[in-house]
Every structure is written in structure tokens, then in C-alpha cells.
């Protein structure tokens, strides 16, 4: 079955730091989504990326997708206190059965 | 915001209860899904639907059902509450089929089992 696999698990950093999130599929990536959940609350989407090479970027978080890696990787520069949570990658299925596999996150705390 | 909401946002039973959980969304999505987020293990989907009355299961279905009789309304049912269902559950919808498309996701309902 297809895993989603996520790095660091958790990460804390100063704020106004650089820092990135990997997220590596076990099956071939078709669609990748990026989510944030903070803490207690639901999760909102981010981004989503289909081409191997696609970039995407929403303010000061930037989403790539390595389609020969099977692996995207999101990267938030300047980090500030607003981005502290859980960020969640998501992928299509391997089937493509209309379904999104998750990765188990990774918790991002930022120190002031 | 996808327009979707869940009841009640918190509960807490006693094991041997049944529970029903609902989603409800104002958009018309075909497809909808519910989750639950567990330290750990992440995101699990627990059944899904791809229209009304058309349901499926998703990998940790055990001991919960679902219903869908409206489009904009899918039920999750615990018949018998268990402690190992303590949770948080989410419900989700997503914006197209075939292809790919994100979900959009509810507000979440923290279930405690005593």
C-alpha cells in the first residue's frame, strides 16, 4: 500500500529562520497537496502541485514536487509565529480512486 | 471556506452507546469522506462517499457505519461506542473526481469514550 512519509517529524525554529519540510511517497506521486492544521482546530489546504517540477508559492511558504524523487518538498522562509502547527502532505492515490493518502505530519513550533 | 460543517463539535459518550456523527455541506459536492486524527497514525479515512447511497469503505471502517440519503448531509455512525474509538474526526469534501482535486475539510468533532 502506498505510504507517505514525512521529515523532520518535528521542528522547532527562531523565528525569522529558513526552514523546510520533506514529505516522500513510497508509490509514484500524481497529485500532492500541502495542509496546515494548527493546533486543535482543522486542517486548511495549502497548495497543490500535479507536474513533476511544478513550484508553487503563497506568501512566504513555497511547495516544489520532484516527481523522479517521488518526493515534494515545502519550505517557509522568514518564519514568523502565524506559522507554527501541523503541516500535512497529502497524495492521490496510486489507484486513483478519488482518494488522498496522508502523511502523519510534522509539528512546527516557532521560538520568538 | 467549502461550507461545511460538523455536529456536535465535542461529545462524550460511555462505551456501549451509539454514536452518530454528521456532516453537512452547502455546495453540492459529490464526493465526501471521514477521517480520524489520531497521534501517531495522522489522517485515516474511515468510509467515504461518492453520491448519495453510494458509499465505501476506507481502511479503518471496523465498528462504524455511514449514511448518505441527501447529498449535502453524510452520517457517521458508531453502533457501539469502544474507547479505541476516541478520536478526532473530520469530514471532508472534495471538489471534483477523476483527476486531481484537493479536499476541503470540516471543522473536526472531539469524541471522548468513557
Known amino acids: 500500500s502506498q505510504e507517505l512519509e514525512q521529515s523532520p517529524q518535528s521542528l522547532i525554529v527562531q523565528e525569522g529562520k529558513n526552514l523546510t519540510i520533506n514529505c516522500t511517497s513510497s508509490k509514484t506521486l500524481y497529485g500532492l497537496y500541502w495542509y496546515k492544521q494548527k493546533y486543535g482546530e482543522g486542517l486548511i489546504f495549502l497548495m497543490m502541485l500535479q507536474k513533476g517540477g511544478e513550484e508553487k508559492s503563497h506568501e512566504k511558504i513555497t511547495a516544489k514536487l520532484d516527481e523522479k524523487k517521488q518526493q515534494s518538498s515545502l519550505h517557509i522562509t522568514a518564519s514568523q509565529p502565524s506559522h507554527a502547527g501541523i503541516y500535512l502532505c497529502g497524495a492521490d492515490s496510486e489507484l486513483r480512486d478519488d482518494k488522498i493518502i496522508f502523511g502523519k505530519g510534522t509539528r512546527l513550533h516557532i521560538l520568538p | 471556506d467549502a461550507g461545511i460543517t460538523q455536529s456536535p463539535r465535542h461529545k462524550v459518550t460511555e462505551t456501549g452507546t451509539p454514536v452518530t456523527l454528521r456532516c453537512h455541506q452547502t455546495e453540492n459536492h459529490r464526493y465526501m469522506y471521514w477521517y480520524r486524527q489520531d497521534p501517531g497514525h495522522g489522517l485515516r479515512l474511515i468510509h467515504y462517499?461518492?453520491?448519495?447511497?453510494?458509499?465505501d469503505k476506507g481502511e479503518v471502517s471496523d465498528g462504524y457505519s455511514v449514511s448518505r440519503s441527501k447529498t449535502e448531509d453524510f452520517l457517521l455512525t458508531l453502533e457501539s461506542a469502544t474507547s479505541s474509538q476516541t478520536s478526532v474526526y473530520f469530514c471532508?469534501?472534495?471538489?471534483?473526481?477523476?483527476?486531481?482535486?484537493?479536499?476541503?475539510f470540516g471543522p473536526g468533532t472531539r469524541l471522548t469514550v468513557t
Open positions: 471532508a469534501i472534495r471538489l471534483g473526481q477523476g483527476g486531481t482535486y484537493e479536499q476541503y
Open positions: 462517499s461518492y453520491g448519495v447511497k453510494d458509499t
